[in-house]
């Protein structure tokens, strides 16, 4: 069974989460530590607990999301995991990074590419691979069935839904995303989002202004 920890990183207040399960196998998913200080909070929090770093997701490559891959990789030895639709975002990054203000040395080592429709394994435990764009092109949720929960990244949030006036952006994908890989997963299901609180299917089914039920 995975349990989970989530911590909250950078000026953008992203969500970077750990799942690991008895053997304390951990998955690092989104890093999104920016400053040293948040650097050393994971490395702490990981360390701490005796917990192993095993292998490092995300679920799509906005700078919040990816700035502390290079990090994880240089500490943990962690190979990168992302949809190959999302290479050009990671590519595009650190520009993004110099456009706000928040520079930072990009991940560049080897890169396994997910599929939508398999599994990525933790020990024993087996996440799903969703394929969810919308909000970025290659937008990837992780769906852990036996705990009853995703993580959903950019997705869906409370009462909100990712932003869709950026590049490779579309209410429409991301809509038609929410509708069919989320909307139809059981309503007690629990979204661990990239921004904010966790919410589950069921209370945005019901309130989610912006895609509705
Ligand atoms: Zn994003
Ligand atoms: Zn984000």
Same mark, same amino acid.
């Given at each position: 069974? #995975?349990?989970?920890?989530?911590?909250? *990183?950078?000026?953008?207040?992203?969500?970077?989460? +750990?799942?690991?399960?008895?053997?304390?196998?951990?998955?690092?998913?989104?890093?999104?530590?920016? *400053?040293?200080?948040?650097?050393?909070?994971?490395?702490?929090?990981?360390?701490?607990?005796?917990?192993?770093?095993?292998? =490092? +997701? $995300?679920?799509?490559?906005?700078? @919040?999301?990816?700035?502390? $891959?290079?990090?994880?990789?240089?500490?943990?030895?962690?190979?990168?995991?992302?949809?190959?639709?999302?290479?050009?975002?990671?590519?595009?990054?650190?520009? !993004?990074?110099?456009?706000?203000?928040?520079?930072?040395? $990009?991940?560049?080592?080897?890169?396994? /590419? =997910?599929?939508?429709? $398999?599994?990525?394994?933790?020990?024993?435990?087996?996440?799903?691979?969703?394929? %969810? &764009?919308?909000?970025?092109?290659?937008?990837? !949720?992780?769906?852990?069935?036996?705990?009853? *929960?995703?993580?959903?990244? @950019?997705? +869906?949030?409370?009462?909100?839904?990712?932003? %869709? @006036? #950026?590049?490779?952006?579309?209410?429409?994908?991301?809509?038609? !995303?929410?509708?069919?890989?989320?909307?139809?997963?059981? @309503?007690?299901?629990?979204? /661990?989002?990239?921004?904010?609180?966790?919410?589950?299917?069921?209370?945005?089914?019901?309130?989610? &202004? *912006?895609?509705?039920?």
């Amino acid at each position: 069974m #995975l349990n989970i920890k989530s911590f909250t *990183f950078s000026p953008v207040q992203e969500n970077t989460y +750990l799942l690991y399960n008895e053997e304390k196998d951990c998955c690092i998913i989104d890093p999104g530590c920016y *400053f040293p200080k948040e650097r050393d909070e994971l490395k702490t929090g990981i360390e701490k607990t005796g917990l192993k770093p095993v292998l =490092l +997701l $995300n679920t799509h490559c906005h700078l @919040d999301h990816v700035f502390g $891959n290079k990090f994880v990789h240089d500490t943990w030895g962690l190979t990168l995991h992302i949809h190959e639709k999302e290479k050009s975002l990671l590519d595009f990054a650190p520009m !993004s990074g110099e456009m706000w203000q928040l520079p930072f040395d $990009n991940y560049e080592g080897p890169i396994v /590419y =997910l599929k939508e429709g $398999n599994s990525i394994k933790i020990g024993q435990d087996e996440l799903k691979i969703l394929f %969810t &764009p919308g909000h970025s092109p290659g937008s990837v !949720s992780f769906y852990y069935e036996p705990g009853g *929960f995703i993580i959903g990244g @950019d997705v +869906l949030f409370q009462g909100s839904i990712g932003r %869709t @006036d #950026l590049p490779g952006a579309s209410f429409e994908v991301l809509e038609n !995303s929410i509708r069919t890989q989320f909307y139809t997963l059981p @309503d007690e299901t629990v979204v /661990y989002s990239g921004h904010g609180p966790e919410t589950t299917i069921g209370e945005e089914k019901s309130n989610n &202004p *912006f895609v509705k039920f």
